[in-house]
């Protein structure tokens, strides 16, 4: 007997779910697993030429002959499986056998991986982009579950493949690896590619990790409460060409990024990524916020020494930078020394006057959008200019034409801007 959730009138609206769910109980002829493993249990332990192909597989592939005759009687439990099943085609056979003896040789297995993400919604058919990863709208089926009745309340004792709950997209992708490191990296990293590609705050609300194994086991990830998913944006197929861009771009850098024991992990970017991360996910007030999007841009135009007209030098770099990608530099300039206050004033434990909470919202997304486009610049230039020499080439660009022209020759030429400048 099973609890089926099931869901109609589905609507998907810009990453806005709306649906009417109800559930059902199904029955269903199976045959009895607890029967049927110990029933193949007992025919193997008492078998002879197994317990001698136990002991040849323990020698040929260095495996105790205990754990040998474990994993080969889990071969067993699924070829009977199969057989009672009627699924025990020659092909189906051949493709276990294959799973099993590679496994043994240690090679790494097939993953199937689904995440929920939120932040960002999916404009008509799927989008691939990168090695095969697609990301597609939510559908009923999302929403959809099957439990079987003697494991409720606590669900199925294997964790759940198919995400449940809200969300504004679905991340799809299958690879091979040994474990599920690489894997999570790669949600991890589109999830950062996507926060870069527009202004988003996507995060991931849920990964699956699905394997066809007989020695490893799926399972679900859920994030932790307390992000908040302030700014969305929406994909459709015309961006699919930009996101892989930016994703076989970004990768190599953000495998750094993304490593905690990375010996890097005081470069100023990866600082400067944290602190803006940190200001579009995070929970609490916006002052907050504001002054860890402004801790970014500290840590991408500011030298270690400087001590002072902070907030003046760091305007004018950062609008002299812009400048590059379109944005007009005065507002820029202007926009900081307002922020930088209000960021003052809030770690100093003041309270912000009226006319600055009346802006703070507004000029929030600004400064986080000139985050977002300072950070792709910099990633891009970073294998030609490190931080101190890109601050001198700015500091020079603003009184020599030579200086200005050879950072824009830098940016047309390794830089590609997100969404394009018009």
């Not at 043994?104 to 982009?129: H, Q, T």
Request: net charge negative; charged share 25%; glycine share 6%.
């Amino acid at each position: 007997m099973y609890a089926r959730v099931h869901v109609n009138k589905f609507e998907y609206n810009k990453g806005n779910t709306s649906f009417q769910s109800g559930s059902e109980y199904v029955s269903r002829a199976e045959w009895d697993m607890g029967l049927v493993y110990n029933f193949v249990k007992d025919k193997t332990d008492s078998d002879p030429e197994f317990r001698a192909l136990a002991a040849s597989l323990g020698t040929r592939f260095n495996q105790p002959e205990a754990a040998a005759k474990y994993r080969l009687v889990q071969f067993a439990q699924t070829a009977a499986r199969l057989g009672l099943d009627n699924r025990a085609d020659p092909d189906t056979i051949t493709h276990v056998v294959h799973v099993f003896l590679s496994e043994l040789e240690g090679n790494p297995a097939e993953w199937f991986v689904r995440a929920r993400l939120d932040g960002v919604w999916i404009e008509g058919e799927p989008i691939v982009f990168g090695p095969d990863l697609k990301l597609r709208p939510l559908t009923a089926a999302d929403f959809e579950s099957e439990t079987m009745v003697d494991l409720l309340p606590f669900g199925s004792t294997r964790p759940q493949f198919r995400p449940q709950g809200h969300g504004t997209a679905i991340l799809e992708f299958s690879a091979w690896a040994r474990d599920q490191g690489e894997l999570n990296k790669t949600v991890e990293t589109v999830a950062q590619c996507l926060r870069l590609f527009q202004l988003g705050s996507v995060q991931i609300l849920e990964s699956g990790f699905g394997v066809e194994s007989f020695l490893r086991w799926g399972f679900t990830t859920s994030a932790q409460s307390g992000s908040v998913s302030t700014y969305r944006y929406g994909l459709n197929a015309e961006g699919a060409k930009s996101l892989d861009r930016l994703y076989r771009v970004l990768s190599p850098f953000l495998s750094g990024f993304l490593d905690p024991q990375s010996h890097k992990a005081l470069d100023p970017l990866y600082i400067a990524l944290r602190r803006y991360n940190e200001a579009l996910l995070q929970s609490g007030p916006t002052e907050g916020k504001m002054t860890s999007a402004m801790t970014c841009l500290e840590a991408l135009f500011l030298k270690s020494k400087e001590r002072d007209e902070l907030s003046h030098r760091l305007g004018q770099r950062l609008a002299s930078l812009l400048k590059y990608a379109g944005i007009k530099p005065f507002p820029v300039y202007q926009g900081i020394q307002r922020a930088y206050d209000m960021r003052s004033t809030f770690i100093h434990g003041s309270q912000l006057d009226d006319e600055q909470t009346k802006e703070l919202p507004t000029l929030l997304k600004d400064v986080l959008e000139w985050s977002r486009v300072a950070l792709l610049i910099e990633c891009q230039l970073k294998s030609e200019l490190d931080k101190d020499r890109l601050i001198g080439k700015l500091d020079a660009s603003m009184l020599e034409q030579d200086a200005s022209r050879e950072i824009a020759g830098l940016i047309q030429k390794s830089v590609e801007l997100y969404p394009p400048k018009s």
